[in-house]
């Protein structure tokens, strides 16, 4: 295992921004301590292999999935468990994903965004259809629900089962076409971070 | 952050908190709730702020009831917490981690910068950073001052007084049924409460007192005769003589429509009445049901027909009562290209089979919402027949035996032979506390609204707060287990039909196939 602590360095060069900011007083630029703050934000990437269950999900339409052909694309794929309920970390990394995919810019168009629920009793086509459509996503991000067996199957095959989903954690997990191994992300990353994540590592 | 339009945002936050009139406040609180729960400004612009330090978010995707709750009380999900923002907690300084009360000013702070009153930062991943005015901090503020404040009837430190209904029609049997569960469930909690108020440390401040753990349960039973549409004025006159904490349990025959509306109107905690026919509504918050019942049954046709289409569908029922199954089975969206007829007749004749054969011929089906009794009078009408699992009440009949029809059983329970170890558990409950079982379903329901409401009422501690409780049972995954004879349940913010699905079982020889069950969420 390649465990890192990645502290996200891409704001560097805000340190000026960060000395205005903790006076709390000027500052041109309101944003400027949030983006300060980001220096704290942490998460670890691991690079581990995963056996992907043979299962069929649906998507938004209802349609049937096989996902391991989704998931053995030609494309590189980007991978995160939600819940439309759920009321902390997946809002905000479903709007992560969004934004990653704005600041992907074309490249966009390469990526494959996969969100798969954790609450599939609840979470119908047309309920993640919705979600979808609320959060404003993009071409190109699949939302898929399924049986529960199956979504706990999943689940067990990247290491994300937490018993319930209570206790479900941030991961976010990348693959580059044909790559045996999964990057995975722990933690809440940003999107830009996310968005540098996946430039670095899948598109170059 | 100190603005130029400070003082005055402040005089702002007082005038509209501290009161000119109570008509001021009240609008001000009201387009407070909006930016609270649906993320809107009162300008009728969306909220915006950035999470993560570049994340833009809008009002509209989620507010600060997503995570904060519908009682401000807060959250906690896997490794994060979300604290509490409701006013008993908000506006009194906190002890760990250590802040001052919030002020306007601090709470302004917090929403721009996401720093706390007592100086720390918050996580930027999780709190937004909100673009807003003095004015929309001041009017958010009134929200929050208003937001699980106050303390509701029916609860103090000794006593906490539940309303059980019943409706209608129900049976004097399946009434006694349900209170003698009800009756010594809350007999063992009374025991309980007089140790527990008799134990010595019970602190010296308000403080430091722990909180009161068990009170004496006291059960009003509310009856509703007559139409439904006068059970209303019912449940007002009940309601206004002998205020309740919360509805526990319930029995009726028929719609459960109007006691959902009154629970929604008196944001009254209503935990699962034994009803099949509960009221639908997709923004209800405070009634929590096991399932949608027969309007799930008439989803689960719907599906099972949509996927084996038949061009004409036939469906009879004779009381009334049922009239809003077979209506949700008409209006079904998956059977749109079907032509569907409706044979409703007199509970004293037999069902008018002979017409239904006729009218669907060969290739036709026919939905019976029937009972055993029904059932008995005469042949299948079609070659494929659904029938109701809720109206055939647990045991099938003879008359469903029929080599050249085909019988499906709409099933929104668990598969018989499949292990039930919450209904064990009720069952050695019941046998240990001498509670003859007579109706097992709407006792094994009962027992579970009373373990359910035992769980909510120990966890909301000092805050008696009952969309607290409501919240806690969206979080209460753990409950789960304990949940009898409902297949799947799970929880969550806004879900109040706690099984979604059901199954469709084929019927072989008079006995459900369980093996050949299909799930089905519709």
């Known amino acids: 295992m390649n465990w890192r602590t990645r502290t996200c360095g891409l704001f560097a060069g805000l340190a000026l921004a960060t000395i205005a900011a903790t006076s709390s007083l000027a500052g041109d630029d309101p944003h400027a301590h949030h983006r300060a703050a980001m220096k704290k934000s942490t998460y670890h990437v691991t690079e581990p292999s995963y056996r992907v269950p043979e299962v069929q999900l649906l998507d938004t339409s209802g349609t049937s999935v096989p996902l391991q052909e989704l998931l053995q694309s030609d494309e590189p794929v980007a991978l995160n468990f939600i819940f439309t309920t759920c009321t902390t970390i997946c809002p905000i990394m479903t709007v992560t994903f969004a934004q990653m995919q704005q600041l992907l810019g074309a490249d966009a168009e390469r990526v494959q965004l996969v969100s798969i629920s954790i609450d599939p009793e609840f979470d119908r086509p047309d309920v993640l259809q919705s979600y979808a459509t609320q959060f404003h996503a993009g071409d190109n991000w699949t939302f898929l629900t399924g049986d529960t067996k199956d979504i706990v199957s999943v689940l067990r095959s990247f290491d994300s089962y937490t018993g319930s989903k209570m206790s479900h954690r941030p991961v976010t997990l990348l693959k580059r076409p044909g790559s045996e191994s999964w990057i995975r992300i722990d933690g809440l990353a940003n999107g830009e971070s996310l968005a540098q994540e996946v430039t670095s590592r899948l598109l170059d | ?232 004025a019912q449940l007002e006159s009940y309601y206004a003589e002998t205020p309740v904490f919360a509805m526990l349990s319930g029995v009726g025959t028929g719609t459960w429509e109007p006691v959902g509306e009154f629970c929604e109107r008196q944001k009254l905690m209503c935990l699962y009445p034994s009803t099949d026919l509960p009221h639908i509504s997709g923004d209800d918050f405070y009634t929590v049901y096991f399932s949608r019942g027969l309007l799930l049954e008439a989803d ?35 059977l749109s290209a079907s032509t569907i007829l409706d044979f409703q007749f007199d509970c004293n004749d037999a069902p008018p089979f002979a017409d239904i054969a006729a009218a669907v011929g060969e290739t036709g089906a026919a939905v019976l919402w029937l009972g055993n009794e029904q059932l008995e009078r005469a042949a299948l009408p079609a070659a494929r027949n659904y029938v109701s699992s809720t109206l055939l009440e647990g045991s099938s009949t003879s008359a469903l035996t029929d080599a050249g029809a085909s019988v499906f059983a709409a099933h929104p329970f668990r598969l018989p032979g499949s292990l039930d170890s919450a209904m064990r558990r009720f069952g050695a409950w019941a046998k240990s506390r001498d509670v003859e079982i007579v109706d097992a379903r709407a006792q094994a329901e009962a027992f579970y609204a009373c373990l359910t409401f035992k769980n909510v009422v120990k966890h909301m501690g000092r805050y008696f707060i009952r969309e607290y409780a409501l919240d806690m049972i969206d979080h209460a995954e753990g409950m789960a287990a304990y949940m009898p004879l409902y297949p799947r349940p799970t929880f969550g913010p806004g879900q109040r039909y706690i099984s979604k699905g059901g199954y469709i079982v084929p019927v072989v020889d008079g006995a459900l196939a369980a093996d050949e069950a299909e799930w089905i969420l519709p």
């Open chain 2, 1 to 232: 952050m100190h603005r130029p339009g400070t003082l005055l945002f402040i005089a702002l936050a007082l005038s509209a908190c501290g009161g000119d009139t109570t008509q001021d406040k009240d609008l001000a609180i009201e387009a407070g709730e909006r930016m609270y729960r649906e993320g809107m400004l009162p300008s009728g612009e969306p909220m915006m702020a950035l999470v993560g330090g570049d994340v833009p978010i809008v009002g509209t995707q989620f507010s600060c009831e997503s995570c904060h709750g519908r009682s401000g009380m807060g959250v906690s999900e896997g490794a994060y917490v979300v604290p509490p923002v409701a006013a008993p907690l908000l506006f009194e300084p906190s002890p760990q981690p250590a802040r001052p009360a919030y002020t306007a000013e601090s709470l302004g702070r917090v929403l721009r910068d996401g720093v706390t009153s007592g100086g720390r930062e918050l996580m930027v991943e999780l709190m937004p950073r909100y673009e807003l005015s003095d004015d929309d901090v001041a009017t958010l503020t009134a929200y929050l001052q208003s937001l699980s404040a106050g303390s509701p009837p029916g609860i103090d430190d000794q006593v906490i007084r539940v309303a059980t209904v019943v409706a209608g029609d129900a049976s004097a049997e399946r009434r006694d049924a349900i209170f003698a569960v009800l009756e010594r469930f809350a007999g063992d909690i009374n025991t309980e409460t007089r140790n527990d108020s008799a134990r010595w440390d019970r602190g010296f401040t308000p403080e430091s007192k722990l909180p009161t753990v068990f009170r004496e349960w006291v059960i009003e039973e509310w009856r509703l005769g007559g139409p439904p549409d006068t059970w209303d």
């Open chain 2, 300 to 334: 689960l046709i719907a599906s099972h027909l949509a996927e084996k289409p038949v061009d004409v569908i036939a469906q009879t029922w004779c009381d009334d009562e049922l009239a809003p199954a077979a209506k949700a089975l008409r209006n079904s969206a998956q």
